[in-house]
């Protein structure tokens, strides 16, 4: 299994490197932006002559952003969910599938490796990527001079909710990397999702009808800049738990399929091809 | 299934949605031995050999390797078998060294990295080339070291020489037979009948999902059709010669040379040329292929008439 866990931190190690220095870089430069914006009650007051469309899009947020959590929200928590949440989505559907459909995993698996012990190796190299680009911009805010004035405390807990919403696209991701008939499929959908997700909580704030529907979505269960001053645990360990069914189901689904070189299983449409061929 | 055999199938199935690959293999692979599984492309062999390993699971019938059932424990088979798949595929980004390195984590690090520096000189083998800038042929030099550096008891080789040369063709021979004498099983599948013939001491040949020979090259050859011309020393009566069990009169020309074709033992022919006066005999053995094809364009007439 360690070996697994070494190999998948060495095979993301490019993408690993890109994001951490991205999202360094972004951390600082937000950190050090924040004390021109920090007691401009007056933007906030422009800001109430925007079209309400706009602002009901972004949500309260936009109100608060000279406060320390209205703008960690609206700056980094509210897009990173759907940013690095696509990111998620594609190392989640290509933690395995991806190497089945190049035929690598031919090869692997005639190792003295059970199918656990690759998907845990794999699952644990996953998370710990991800846990290192979020606590690289833990670290960023926290060390980068600012007036927001938080204690590492308070800044780690909006990372908890933003972690598991991560977890729960990534398992999906890999989840319906089992069921679909390619990688590919299965992280468009996913990152779809993410995307469709993403829109609707924001067109729910114009729209009341779509209030009821957003409540199950899992964004809507996701904090964001709320979490520092109030971590609602109940939407924490609902949006794990997610995460966790869909890595058994995936887990599951992987001890019992054959190991694809190309070509073998995958969905058929035979309706839709004989339609083509007239 | 008894001590002595590494490999045992009976009934072995498996299928592809509407396309049975595996149609009920019967096999018995003795430890030790060389054994070829010839057959065209398509004809079940990769899917055997994966089913060997667990890497798709059959439908019905019973496996054992080396006495161990590979749906229940895959990681002790595996632990004692080195693989070669046909379709090689390795991480591109990795170094030579890097890729064997991590095989070489895959088996706990049991390995004896001198041998495979000693595998690599012998395949002329650069450890320090990136894999993407391989060409088919040193990738296969790559599988083919990968599969033999844990020394392992039972060695599945889906076309081994694909894509190399003639010289390293007979040096993989040579490393093959000398794991046969460290004791390792071989069992190779190929559609090169001179590479069964080299090498194999018993061969199995698969056609659509099923065994339709096993035996040693050389008794399959024996058993098999040969072609005979036998010149006399006076105008003959061929009459008696058409009776002989299994013997086929194809021409009699003037009376003098007759051209015949035995099916199995030669003995009855012989014992009835020995009425004749013989002035000269040629016996035209078939190869491996002649064989081979016979089997195949059997199945084309079948498929003809189906």
Known sequence: ?278 | MKDNVALWARGLTKSYGKIQALRGIDLEVRRGEIFGFLGPNGAGKTTAIRCMLDLIRPQGGTLRVLGFDPQADPVAVRARTGYLPGELHMEDSYKVKDQLRYYKDLRSNHIDWDFVQQLARRLDLDLAMPIKNLSKGNKQKVGIVQALMSRPELLLMDEPTSGLDPLMQHEVYRMLREAQAEGATVFFSSHIISEVEILAERVAIIRQGIIVEEADPHRLMEMSLRRIRVRFSETIDSTPLAEIEGVTLLSLNKGTSAHLQVEGEMDGLIKALGAYRVRDIKIERPSLEDIFLTYYKDEDKEEEIN
Not at chain 1, 44 to 59: D, N, T
Not at chain 1, 202 to 211: A, H, P, R, V
Not at chain 1, 238 to 266: H, M, N, P, S
């Open chain 1, 1 to 278: 299994m360690f070996a697994e866990f070494k190999h998948t931190l060495r095979h993301m190690r490019g993408q690993l490197l890109g994001w951490v220095i991205g999202i360094t870089l972004y951390s600082v430069l937000m950190a050090s932006f924040y004390d021109s914006i920090a007691g401009m009650e007056g933007l906030v007051e422009l800001m109430k002559g925007y079209p309400q469309e706009i602002m009901a899009f972004f949500g309260d947020s936009m109100f608060a952003i000279t406060k320390p959590d209205g703008y960690l929200d609206l700056y980094f928590f509210g897009y990173m969910a759907v940013i690095i949440g696509v990111l998620a989505a594609a190392m989640g559907n290509a933690l395995l599938v991806s190497d089945e459909e190049k035929g690598i995993l031919d090869l692997v698996l005639s190792y003295p490796v059970s199918r656990s012990a690759l998907f845990w190796g794999r699952m644990v190299g996953f998370v710990s990527a991800l846990a290192l680009i979020l606590f690289t911009s833990w670290f960023s805010w926290l060390v980068t001079p600012s007036s927001l004035g938080l204690s590492w405390i308070e800044l780690l807990r909006p990372f908890l909710p933003l972690m598991a919403l991560l977890l729960f696209f990534g398992s999906l991701a890999l989840l319906l990397s089992m069921l679909l008939p390619s990688a590919r499929a299965a992280g468009t959908l996913c990152g779809g999702l993410l995307v469709a997700n993403y829109l609707l909580i924001g067109l729910s704030n114009m729209n009341e009808n779509l209030e009821a529907m957003i409540k199950y979505t899992p964004l809507y269960y996701y904090q964001g800049g709320d979490a520092i001053f109030d971590l609602n645990w109940v939407w924490l360990s609902g949006l794990l738990a997610g995460a966790i069914i869909f890595t058994l189901l995936a887990w599951w689904r992987f001890q019992r399929r054959d190991i694809r070189v190309g070509g073998e299983g995958g969905w058929r449409l035979p309706a839709l091809s004989r339609l083509l061929r007239r």
